[in-house]
């Protein structure tokens, strides 16, 4: 069985968005536990934007001991949610694209998506301001504003996908995602890694949504 007359046209459409961009580099991620590669739009609102490109196979490797297509259900439902989602504090999924490849008597599904993406993030900015620190004797202390602005952005970005029952999952430094970080107020952006790692999100990992957001509703209130 080939490709449908309808995953060829979006692998067509998908093929022209990826080639209207720059490809900056390929890499295994080890936070998201997959090769990605990045690209650089044309047209950029901010210094640091890139779009992250993503390929998730549905085949026994990947999800051992699953029905397929419960998995592909599933994965397509959340990905149909997401896409529905457009909170500024959210990575955007900017593409997606289905194709099947076929083999010898095996045949496996690939989405390939799109997301917003920064060479920037929370853990190198937090470095980078603990490095300066060590090297002068001025304190650079975030302002209390600038605290307020940055929790509230998270809020928003959670709440967000609580609205659509989601949960992120992995709110580590490194996946908040830092545009315009020159600014008196950055824009942070959470990248939703629960959608995309291949990690499997352990009970420890996984935060208590409602618990999580009120406490930051409160540390921003105070």
């Given at each position: ?81 997401r ?63 600038a ?8 809020v ?16 580590l430094?490194?996946n ?47």
């Amino acid at each position: 069985m080939g490709n449908t007359q309808s995953d060829q046209r979006s692998d067509q459409e998908f093929e022209r968005y990826i080639h209207s961009m720059t490809l900056v580099r390929k890499e295994h991620s080890e936070n998201l536990g997959r090769d990605i590669d990045l690209f650089r739009p044309e047209s950029l609102e901010f210094e640091e934007a890139l779009v992250l490109l993503i390929e998730l196979s549905f085949d026994e490797a990947e999800h051992p001991g699953q029905d397929p297509n419960a998995v592909v259900g599933k994965f397509k439902d959340e990905v149909n949610m997401r896409k529905n989602i457009t909170s500024r504090f959210l990575s955007q999924l900017l593409f997606m694209s289905y194709k099947r490849i076929s083999g010898l008597c095996t045949e496996v599904l690939v989405c390939r998506l799109a997301l917003e993406y920064s060479e920037e993030n929370l853990f190198k900015m937090l470095n980078d301001r603990l490095m300066y620190r060590s090297s002068t004797t001025i304190p650079d202390l975030p302002s209390p504003v600038a605290f307020q602005h940055f929790l509230g952005s998270l809020v928003e970005g959670l709440s967000a996908l609580h609205q659509r029952n989601m949960t992120h999952g992995f709110l580590l430094p490194v996946n908040v995602l830092v545009f315009n970080k020159s600014s008196k107020q950055p824009l942070f952006k959470l990248l939703d890694v629960a959608l995309i790692s291949k990690h499997k999100k352990l009970p420890h990992q996984l935060l208590q949504k409602d618990a999580f957001r009120e406490g930051l509703l409160r540390s921003v209130d105070s």
